[in-house]
């Protein structure tokens, strides 16, 4: 795997008093679920949603913060350290404040934030703003860091000041992204890898995400109680294996080993995790042959593994999983993201993606009555900047 060198984007050309324009994606994740904590691997790639953040400089001593998303704006002093406040702004906020623990102290500014990742669909809307957020504040101020402490940064504004536990997954595959390639992220020491989606038979396939609509957060109980149970599961492994720092080290057969002496589901937690990193590391060959049948199969082994042992699936999702794996051209499908709602990644082939795309939907509203939407997705950079008028904020091909 590569290690980080990629410095922050430079304002560069960028007139001085001209507004800065930075443009993050949003992702999805194709292998790895829940990982992202314990040391383990993850498979995203990012995927042609956007959210724009744009500032400017303004003559007082205030940062504001506006988004055409939401009605409320907030105008902070600049040495306001006030705490969270359960609103939108929290997002930009935290990363604001991360910043100034750092010693990057920005002018007064005007941020606006403008975008079309869907809330609550497990696509790292959050993330999105604060990549966006990080890397205009950054080029504003005229500072620098390496896409590693841009995403822990951003990681880091979500755990603490909007207290949301989520790993690294979503901050820094949004930071890292190469299009045409998923990145494979160990998210202990975050060496990482572009694998490229173009090899052999994969290349005529495409990302098919379908938003099942039923919402999810990850600040909500359940994905806290995961973290927990798998918590208590990797403290039983390492105080048996001292070689073992985390579950990303953790083979099934030492997991065994250790059944009884840990709560039956941390056990199964922790052996969807085990499992799961395993799936990942099968996933990097499968892409580098080229095989989409064999990557369709540890996605549905994964879903399978989601569902039973870390029960983070529900029936409307289950429902789109089994229906998309028997329509033609569908290789492999599975519940994306933190779990309990969202959306589902489908692997297809191109020249079937869009009826795919229409049987899915209309089997979910023939028998559930929800009318889901999908997107049909090619691998995007990760966050980027441009000094450029603001382009349309449509979703990609959507299929609504
Ligand atoms: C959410 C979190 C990520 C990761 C996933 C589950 O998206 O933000 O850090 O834990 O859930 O894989």
């Known amino acids: ?33 829940h990982t992202d904590y314990t040391g383990g691997l993850v498979l995203p790639m990012a995927i042609p949603f956007t959210t724009h953040a744009i500032i400017s400089s303004r003559p007082d001593n205030l940062y504001s913060f506006t988004s055409e998303l939401f009605p409320d704006t907030l105008a902070l002093d600049r040495d306001d350290r006030s705490p969270s406040r359960s609103i939108w702004a929290d997002y930009p906020v935290g990363v604001l404040r991360q910043l100034q623990l750092r010693g990057i102290a920005p002018p007064a500014f005007d941020l606006h934030l ?20 990080a890397m205009a504040l950054l080029a504003f101020t005229g500072a620098s860091l390496s896409i590693e402490d841009i995403a822990l940064l951003s990681q880091r504004a979500e755990n603490n000041y909007v207290h949301s536990p989520c790993g690294i997954m979503d901050q820094f595959v949004i930071t890292a992204a190469k299009a ?45 109680v995961r973290r927990r149970e798998l918590e208590e599961g990797q403290a039983v492994l390492r105080s048996t294996f001292p070689n073992v720092r985390d579950l990303g080290d953790a083979s099934l057969d030492q997991l065994n080993q250790c059944q009884h002496q840990m709560s039956h589901e941390a056990f ?34 994964a879903h399978i593994s989601y569902r039973d042992d870390f029960a983070a699936s529900c029936e409307e999702v289950d429902f789109l999983v089994d229906t998309a794996i028997n329509l033609p051209g569908c290789f492999g499908a599975r519940l994306t993201g933190g779990g309990f709602g969202g959306c589902t990644v489908n692997l297809v082939e191109r020249n079937h993606s869009e009826a795919f795309a229409t049987a899915l939907k209309a089997a979910y509203q023939q028998h559930l009555n929800i009318a889901a939407e999908t997107y049909l997705c090619d691998a995007v950079d990760g966050a980027w900047l441009r000094n450029a008028p603001l382009p349309s904020t449509r979703a990609p091909q959507e299929r609504a």
């Open 114 to 133: 403008s975008g079309n990742v869907p809330f609550g669909a497990g696509l790292s809307s959050s993330a999105s703003v604060e990549v966006a957020t």
């Open 180 to 224: 045409g390639h998923a990145l494979l992220l160990n998210t202990r020491d975050l060496t990482y890898e572009h694998l490229p989606m173009n090899k052999g038979a994969l290349a005529e396939t495409q990302i098919v995400v379908c938003n099942s609509m039923v919402k999810h957060s990850v600040a909500t109980g359940e994905y806290r």
């Open 1 to 33: 795997m590569s290690s980080i060198s990629n410095p922050s984007p430079q304002p560069g050309k960028i007139a001085p008093g001209q507004p800065l324009h930075c443009v993050a994606p949003a992702r999805v994740n194709l292998l790895g679920e």
């Open 268 to 301: 199964i937690r922790c052996r969807h995790v085990v499992t799961e990193n395993a799936r990942v590391r099968s996933a990097r060959e499968s892409m580098f042959s080229g095989d989409p049948t064999s990557l369709g199969q540890l996605m549905l082994q």
